[in-house]
């Protein structure tokens, strides 16, 4: 007699159920010079799980942000408080591109366009639960650096059936 065969797809929703069940539904928060999409990698978590928050991130055209590590600048800066729901690892951002700047005669780390930064955190409490973050960045384009902004980020997880 034949075994039943599986895909992987379907493995993974049994072995992961709150991945089948309830996925992250995305949400959108518009800045002056970008638009964020949060996500995450599951809509409802139980106390020990591992979750990974997205921010996909889509500057205006004609902008850039500086990348973590330039200097004389203002970079990207995606914090996110203590809290007692979950515990945040650092967050992951993706290679930087050389941006050359006329004005100053300067190559700076940038980046521009549609990019994504990721952040693992540990669910340490049933859910639901929220954990909030900012997004801190100046934006400029070739001519003017903008003042500084701070976006308010939120995700809410519902509680993941046992």
């Known amino acids: 007699m034949k075994r039943p065969r599986f895909t992987i797809f379907s493995l993974l929703c049994a072995s992961v159920a709150s991945f089948a069940a309830q996925p992250y539904t995305p949400t959108e928060v518009e800045g002056k010079q970008l638009s964020a999409k949060l996500g995450a990698s599951a809509g409802a978590v139980k106390q ?31 914090k996110m ?3 007692p729901a979950a515990a945040a690892k650092a967050a ?15 190559t700076v780390p940038a980046y521009q366009g549609h990019f994504r930064l990721t952040r693992e955190i540990t669910v340490s409490q049933p859910g639901p639960i929220t954990v909030t973050g900012a997004l801190r960045y100046q934006a400029c384009d070739d001519r003017v650096c903008y003042i500084p902004q701070t976006l ?11």
């Not at 939120?154 to 059936?161: L, V």
């Open 48 to 78: 020990g799980e591992h979750v990974t928050l997205t921010l996909d991130l889509d500057l205006y055209p004609g902008m850039h942000v500086y990348a973590p590590g330039v200097e004389g600048y203002i970079p990207i800066d995606w």
């Open 152 to 162: 308010a980020l939120k995700w809410t997880f519902q509680k993941a059936a046992q």
């Open 92 to 106: 992951v951002f993706p290679p930087s591109k050389k941006l050359f700047l006329p004005a100053v005669n300067e």
């Open 81 to 83: 408080p203590a809290s």
